[in-house]
């Protein structure tokens, strides 16, 4: 059939195929369920883009990109399939950053997508109808952005990123604080390329993303103030700084919370939202987390307390770094539930395949075997990027070597977010992991080429 065709529209066809079968591969495990997969929060980032109203608990700007990628309620499905084509061409960018001057083949795009389709857990992130996606989105784009590149690339395209990387900062409270570190760090990291081999970096890029950061933050203010203390109370409670705290100054402060002191709940997602626990003493999230700001204020601001949360963070970080497992929370959601009742009035088109879907009834049976080929990828990867590192940096390829150090401080960083904010959850860790695996897969690429050109 190809051979009617002209060359120009051939290779059209050709790249358009290639798409699809990149976006099919990466939600896989959406058409293996029956339906998108689902967590406890997607009916409050359904509900908040359908209704135009902002969660107390997080910013509107992942409800509002539901509302339009599932065509108004129509169905989940397109919403998801908008997550794979973003993550197909940011891997395609990246790949042409790591060749320059070599044409892409369509089937090394395919490679690389099946390759992380089936070794990690980066479709299983794309087929949950979670923001999750965006925090690795947000690390890539600001490496296409940081990054000099020898692409004609057409400004359009170029401020699509800045788009792109923009929305990614909008759609989660930790954003704007890893943002700004990582923004410092990549003013770090141009002074040394610049100085140590004379790779000509601009400064500009920094700033633009700097800027853009800034102007996320008010899309999210609303929810800060109905939330930002509760959530990380919950971590403080979690890691013992919340009743080192009122131990000292309950003799003298009148804190609700003294209550409970000695029974806080074990995981800082119970205190969140166990409306048994402490937050039930509360007539509102508002009231409760007016009331957790001066106790967060005084750990922050008082030595003693300033050292306990250093090392309450520090340990938090370690331990989120090792919790990436994929099947985090996933429950069957049915009648009852939040998640249930949302999505049958905002998506009636979509409830057969739900009722029907492998989650609903509890037959996700292939989630222990990718838990466990997982973990071995992770620890293969991290095994092969020692090796990659030397080579990288012997061959002069401080672009990848740049890669290298901007994802690998993407991934810290949130574990740092995470764990210091939030508590610790496989979930966080999973949407960032599978980065160990491109960057093998990337740096190789490079290098390959790298002696081909020698």
Known sequence: MLPIFAPVERRRL?????????????????????????????ASYVASGMRLETPADRPITYGLFIRVTSI????????????????????????????????????????????????????????????????????????????????????????????????????????????????????????????????????LPVGIMSALAVLAYPIM????????????????????????????????EAFKLCAWKDRFPERAFQFHWDEKGPIGDYASRSEANTAFGPIVRG???????IAL???????????QLGMYAIGDGWGPFREGSDVYYVLTRHMRHDLWAITSSRQYLERMDVIPDFIHLHSWVVRGSLLALIPLVLLTYRSRRMDVLALIVICLAGLVLNAWGSGTFSGEVDRFGCKMI???????VLATTALVRSEEAA
């Open 14 to 42: 050709i790249w358009t195929l290639t798409y699809l079968a990149c976006i099919l591969t990466l939600i896989w495990p959406a058409l293996y369920n029956g339906y998108p997969i689902l967590y406890s929060d997607s």
């Open 72 to 203: 108004g309620g129509f169905t989940l499905w397109t919403t998801i399939a908008c997550q794979a084509a973003m993550v197909v061409r940011v891997l395609q960018l990246l790949l042409l950053r790591m060749r320059p001057g070599k044409a892409l083949h369509p089937l090394s795009l395919l490679a690389v997508v099946l390759a992380l389709g089936v070794l990690t857990g980066l479709p299983w992130i794309v087929s949950q109808v979670m923001a999750d996606i965006f925090t690795p989105l947000m690390v890539l784009s600001a490496v296409l952005l940081f990054l000099p590149s020898r692409m004609n690339i057409p400004r359009y395209q170029r401020n699509l990123l800045y788009l792109l990387f923009f929305f990614c900062v909008a759609v989660h409270l930790s954003h704007p604080v890893q943002v700004a570190v990582l923004m410092g760090g990549l003013v770090v990291l141009r002074w040394l390329l610049n100085r140590w081999c004379d790779m000509s970096i601009p400064l």
């Open 221 to 252: 203010m609303s929810a800060v103030a109905k939330s930002g203390n509760i959530m990380f109370m919950g971590a403080m409670a979690e890691h013992g700084v919340a009743k080192a705290y009122l131990d000292e100054k309950c003799a003298t």
């Open 299 to 305: 750990t922050l601001t008082e030595p003693k307390f």
């Open 309 to 319: 949360q250093a090392t309450a963070s520090w340990k938090a970080m370690l331990k």
């Open 434 to 440: 599978w980065m160990l695996p491109m960057l093998v």
